[in-house]
């Protein structure tokens, strides 16, 4: 019980107080830009893909590191609201997913690789949540835009099921594309401009990065 009490406690804090659901804090003297990031144009030969792994802040920097990845957008998909802010999806009613946009090429990095480097990012198994994070806006979802994304998509869960590495089934959504809304300026890159000042991702998506970094190396971009 000892041991137990202050994980608890460690937990509550980390849940109650720096989640991945926070707002900019108007008292420092940093300028935060809340309007919608831009979408990079797609290039010739390029591809792309929309994930959803709980926080983005995270996911993002870990697409962002692959080899043969050009861009990763932070943003919201799977909703019904036209152009939601990060408090909308935040409340968890607008049916959104916190989603990274995929940029790459597939002739350096293979949508399926890029599948593998997915699920090795997150806890697939977890329904609407992850970690301290809980809500449907933080489920796992991937959203295919053809016929043969979906297969593949279906093909990976099943060898994610099938590696032993869960000890219950993947839960994650596949859903089929129908729009990405780039998230507020702020939180592109996120987690590397604040690494060293946020609790949450010292506490929470520094672990996360790092072991999805172990599994994939050899996919990564060198420093």
Same mark, same amino acid.
């Given at each position: 019980? /000892?041991? *137990?009490? $202050?994980?608890?406690?460690?937990?509550?804090?980390? !849940?109650?107080? *720096?989640?991945?659901?926070?707002?900019?804090?108007?008292? %420092?003297? %940093?300028?935060?830009?809340?309007? $919608?990031?831009?979408? $990079? =144009?797609?290039?010739?030969?390029?591809?792309?893909?929309?994930?959803?792994?709980?926080? *983005? !802040?995270?996911?993002?920097?870990?697409? /962002?590191?692959? /080899?043969?990845?050009?861009?990763?957008?932070?943003?919201?998909?799977?909703?019904?609201?036209?152009?939601? %802010?990060?408090?909308?999806?935040?409340?968890?009613?607008?049916?959104?997913? +916190? =989603?990274?946009?995929?940029?790459?090429?597939?002739?350096?990095?293979?949508?399926?690789?890029?599948?593998? &480097? *997915?699920?090795?990012?997150?806890?697939?198994?977890?329904?609407?949540?992850?970690?301290?994070?809980?809500?449907?806006?933080?489920?796992? &979802?991937?959203?295919?835009? =053809?016929?043969?994304?979906?297969?593949?998509?279906?093909?990976?869960?099943?060898?994610?099921?099938?590696?032993?590495?869960?000890?219950?089934?993947?839960?994650?959504?596949?859903?089929?594309?129908?729009?990405?809304?780039?998230? +507020?300026?702020?939180?592109?890159?996120?987690?590397?401009?604040?690494?060293? %000042?946020?609790?949450?991702?010292?506490?929470?998506?520094?672990?996360?990065?790092? /072991?999805?970094?172990?599994?994939?190396?050899?996919?990564?971009?060198?420093?």
């Amino acid at each position: 019980m /000892k041991s *137990f009490v $202050p994980a608890f406690f460690l937990f509550l804090s980390i !849940w109650l107080f *720096f989640g991945c659901n926070q707002q900019p804090d108007e008292k %420092t003297n %940093t300028v935060i830009d809340i309007n $919608p990031a831009k979408l $990079p =144009t797609l290039r010739p030969g390029e591809a792309v893909a929309t994930v959803a792994g709980g926080c *983005f !802040w995270a996911v993002q920097e870990e697409m /962002k590191s692959l /080899k043969g990845v050009r861009e990763a957008v932070s943003g919201y998909a799977g909703g019904d609201l036209e152009y939601p %802010t990060y408090e909308q999806v935040g409340t968890d009613q607008t049916g959104h997913a +916190e =989603t990274v946009q995929v940029y790459y090429n597939p002739k350096v990095i293979s949508y399926d690789v890029l599948l593998d &480097a *997915f699920f090795a990012g997150h806890d697939a198994t977890q329904l609407n949540r992850q970690g301290p994070d809980i809500g449907k806006h933080y489920r796992s &979802a991937i959203f295919y835009r =053809t016929p043969d994304e979906k297969a593949r998509i279906e093909t990976a869960i099943r060898r994610e099921n099938a590696s032993g590495h869960h000890k219950v089934p993947v839960v994650t959504q596949v859903e089929s594309f129908k729009v990405f809304y780039p998230a +507020e300026v702020y939180h592109q890159d996120y987690y590397r401009h604040n690494l060293h %000042t946020n609790l949450y991702l010292q506490l929470v998506s520094k672990a996360k990065v790092e /072991k999805f970094r172990e599994e994939m190396e050899g996919r990564l971009k060198e420093d």
